[in-house]
């Protein structure tokens, strides 16, 4: 898949899941939620201020019964609520609304109602970018903060899981840096340096091709990569970005879509359940997008291996 709007498509002939919205008191994620509706992609239950949601969802058109709106106006609360409700099986995807990232996890990491999996967590954002003919992946954006060498090789097959998911085989994972050698004082390039080998000696099943460091432009320009005399089937050519830490992530999606006009799609992996997890500030449109991969997540049994050390998956 190379747009967004595929993973649209891909998703018609699935059945219709249900979305737990947390703190759904938002214009945005009222009018996504009408648009998985019409296009047959999921219904919705939605937790938060019901005032405000019953004004949306009149200011955008979208019919309501009462049992569809759950009244928790306090965020943290409808976080727990709206996890809950996956966990135990009453709806299929869970979805951040109108709430703090942090508050938001505090609910899916929860012992009791949580969704943990046995794996690694980790965000990944596909980036429909104009300039690009294929969707950008770049992770991790909103889960672990600062992942040492091996929460970034999990991390990895994490986006490899997601990749295969959107039909995209033997992804190219370009691990970024500010420079594109090996630098001991320079963490981030000792870890690409690993977990380059690491590829080299298929630690990876099913095998993603991983180089780095890269610095961002030669990991994503043919023409930048050639220039530094970088080579390799990475180079230029990348499908994952891999960041060093969540700060850079954080700082690259959001300049993909400020700057550069990109449509995104964000998802928790490494959860029981689909997870939907964008910036309280995406679109409508990128915000539908995130609710059809998860729907798209769904479909798709895990059934990826990491090699290192005691850790399998």
Not at 150 to 161: C, R, T, V
């Amino acid at each position: 898949m190379k747009k967004l709007s595929e993973i649209v498509a891909a998703v018609k002939d699935y059945s219709v899941k249900r979305v737990a919205v947390a703190a759904a008191e938002d214009l945005t994620v009222i009018e996504a939620i009408k648009a998985a509706i019409e296009g047959n992609v999921a219904t919705a239950i939605l937790i938060g201020d019901e005032k405000t949601i019953c004004a949306y969802a009149e200011q955008t058109g979208l019919s309501l019964a009462k049992k569809d709106v759950i009244h928790e106006p306090i965020p943290e609360k409808a976080a727990l609520c709206a996890t809950h409700m996956v966990s135990s099986g009453k709806a299929d995807v869970l979805m951040k609304g109108y709430i703090h990232t942090d508050d938001f996890l505090r609910a899916v990491l929860d012992k009791e109602v949580g969704l943990r999996a046995g794996y690694r967590m980790s965000h990944i954002f596909a980036c429909e970018i104009p300039a690009f003919d294929r969707l950008i992946m770049v992770t991790d954006t909103a889960m672990n903060i600062s992942p040492d060498l091996e929460a970034k090789a999990e991390i990895i097959l994490n986006a490899d899981y997601f990749c295969e998911v959107i039909g995209v085989s033997s992804p190219r994972v370009a691990c970024l840096a500010a420079i594109e050698l090996l630098n001991p004082k320079m963490q981030a390039t000792v870890d690409a340096t690993c977990l380059a080998k690491m590829s080299d000696r298929n630690q990876y099943t099913p095998t993603c091709i991983v180089d780095g460091p890269f610095a961002f432009d030669n990991a994503i320009s043919p023409a930048a990569a050639e220039h530094k005399q970088i080579s390799g089937p990475v180079a230029g050519w990348a499908d994952v970005l891999l960041v060093p830490d969540i700060e850079a992530g954080n700082i690259l999606v959001k300049s993909f879509v400020y700057s550069a006009g990109a449509k995104v799609a964000g998802l928790l992996i490494g959860t029981k359940a689909p997870v939907v997890l964008t910036s309280r500030a995406d679109s409508a449109e990128s915000k539908f997008y995130s609710i059809a991969a998860a729907v798209l997540t769904s479909g798709v049994q895990r059934a990826l291996r990491l090699k290192i050390g005691n850790v399998h998956y």
